[in-house]
């Protein structure tokens, strides 16, 4: 398949397809022929974002905490008095 490392990394980052097209050198056309639609416009870069946010979460130092207290206060519905 054309290049598809490099354009799922891309589309992790919310790359539009046309600017991956031009990247890896093909014809928007080509890409969609290519690869599975719902391939490119899938949620990788959430789930990304979210295993990477788990992993400095349940980490060590600073960081760790300020990941977990981000973690909590959006998905866990926490707030500061909570804490």
Do not use: W
Request: proline fraction near 4%.
């Amino acid at each position: 398949m054309v290049h598809r490392r490099q354009v799922e990394a891309l589309a992790g980052y919310r790359v539009p397809e046309p600017d991956i097209a031009g990247l890896i050198g093909i014809d928007p056309k080509t890409l969609r022929k290519n690869i599975d639609r719902n391939f490119i416009t899938s949620d990788q870069g959430q789930r990304q974002v979210a295993e990477n946010l788990f992993r400095k979460a349940t980490g060590e130092g600073r960081e760790a905490v300020t990941a977990a207290i981000f973690s909590l206060k959006s998905r866990a519905r926490c707030r500061e008095a909570m804490l």
